[in-house]
C-alpha cells in the first residue's frame, strides 16, 4: 500500500501534537511489511508522517519538487530533511530548480500518481495559494486517488 502524504505547515504546537496522535492512529492502520510512504518531506505534516511510517516499519519515498527545495525549508528543518531522506529507498525529482508554488503542485501531482491512497491533513478550507494542500487533495480527487481527511476536531491554523 502507497500512501502520501499533504498538510499545513505552521500549525500551533496544540494541533501539531492532535495531528501526531492523529497520523500515528491511521499510519497504525496499514500492515508495516506493505507500507510504503510517499513524501515531499517538508516541515509539518510531511516529515510528521515520514517519521511514523519510518517508526512504524514502513518503507519511505521522497519526491523533491525542486533542486532548490532544501534551501527554501526553514534552517531548522533542513537536518530533520537531511534524515528522512536518507531513509528514503526511492527518491523522485520534478527536474525544477526554483523551489516555487508551481513546483511544490509538481510534487505533489508526482506524488498523488504515486499513491494508492493520499491522507491530506486539512482544515477543508480553500488554499491561501496555490498548490496548497486543497489543490493536491482537489488534484488527487480528479485522478481517482481516495483521500483520507485527518483534521483534530475545533481545531484552526
Same mark, same amino acid.
Given at each position: 500500500m502507497?500512501?502520501?502524504?499533504?498538510?499545513?505547515?505552521?500549525?500551533?504546537?496544540?494541533?501539531?501534537?492532535?495531528v501526531r496522535a492523529l497520523l500515528v492512529d491511521q499510519v497504525k492502520s496499514y500492515a508495516p511489511a506493505?507500507?510504503? #510512504?510517499?513524501?515531499?518531506?517538508?516541515?509539518?505534516?510531511?516529515?510528521?508522517? &515520514? %517519521?511514523t511510517v519510518l517508526q512504524h516499519g514502513g518503507r519511505l519515498e521522497a519526491v523533491v519538487p525542486a533542486s532548490e527545495y532544501r534551501q527554501g525549508l526553514p534552517d531548522w528543518h533542513q537536518p530533520i530533511y537531511d534524515r528522512?531522506?536518507?531513509?528514503?529507498?526511492?527518491?523522485?525529482?520534478? #527536474?525544477?530548480?526554483e523551489?516555487?508554488?508551481?513546483?511544490?503542485?509538481?510534487? &505533489? %501531482?508526482?506524488?498523488v500518481a504515486l499513491v494508492d491512497e493520499l491522507i491530506a491533513v486539512w482544515d477543508g478550507k480553500p488554499p491561501r495559494?496555490?498548490?496548497?494542500?486543497?489543490?493536491?487533495?482537489?488534484?488527487?480527487?480528479?485522478?481517482?486517488?481516495?483521500?483520507?481527511v485527518l483534521w483534530p476536531e475545533g481545531a484552526s491554523r
Amino acid at each position: 500500500m502507497r500512501v502520501g502524504i499533504t498538510g499545513h505547515r505552521g500549525l500551533s504546537t496544540e494541533v501539531e501534537n492532535r495531528v501526531r496522535a492523529l497520523l500515528v492512529d491511521q499510519v497504525k492502520s496499514y500492515a508495516p511489511a506493505e507500507l510504503i #510512504g510517499v513524501s515531499c518531506l517538508a516541515d509539518g505534516p510531511d516529515s510528521w508522517f &515520514a %517519521e511514523t511510517v519510518l517508526q512504524h516499519g514502513g518503507r519511505l519515498e521522497a519526491v523533491v519538487p525542486a533542486s532548490e527545495y532544501r534551501q527554501g525549508l526553514p534552517d531548522w528543518h533542513q537536518p530533520i530533511y537531511d534524515r528522512l531522506i536518507s531513509h528514503a529507498g526511492d527518491v523522485h525529482h520534478t #527536474g525544477i530548480t526554483e523551489s516555487t508554488s508551481e513546483a511544490h503542485q509538481a510534487g &505533489a %501531482e508526482i506524488l498523488v500518481a504515486l499513491v494508492d491512497e493520499l491522507i491530506a491533513v486539512w482544515d477543508g478550507k480553500p488554499p491561501r495559494g496555490y498548490g496548497g494542500t486543497a489543490d493536491v487533495v482537489a488534484y488527487a480527487e480528479r485522478n481517482g486517488v481516495p483521500v483520507q481527511v485527518l483534521w483534530p476536531e475545533g481545531a484552526s491554523r
